[in-house]
């Protein structure tokens, strides 16, 4: 891979690439990045997703990335303009991970869990399968999607590297 093709995704942020190039996102711990293709179109997208829902945003303007449930929508719209296809769209999550350990069962410290869960509820709303997943668990992820294969490469100091 070389850098002239790298499309970076920074927190609550998302892109898209059509053709050639590798979406990347890094820190996703809790957060989950969402990643949708079209092989036909080769369009590719990527979301890295900090909360489950925007019911929660105080801020003025939300940042439509940082949420599952607006994140989604615009990445969909994104790769509509550039002519993918909601009916041939797959996706592949990684990341949700529960970070540190909490005594009890108190919801609202469940971030990445209720991340991948907010996540699968959206792309299930629009029908699209979720063909591999890598999330979970208690250590975090970088991603790299190409967009010419489909090919999501997942790398985490525990882990090593591994392809979805």
Known sequence: MSLDNLIK???ADLNVAHNT????TTGLGSCVG??????????????????PSSDIAREGTINLAKYADTAIPELIARMQKLGAQVSRMEAKLAGGAQMFAFAGNNDTMRIGPRNVESCKEMLNKYGIPIKAEDTGANYGRTIEFNCESGVLVIRSVQQGVKEI
């Open 9 to 11: 995704v920074g927190m």
């Open 21 to 24: 190039g590798v979406l990347k």
């Open 34 to 51: 969402v990643t949708l293709f079209d092989s036909r179109t080769k369009v590719a997208g990527m979301a890295h997703v900090m909360l």
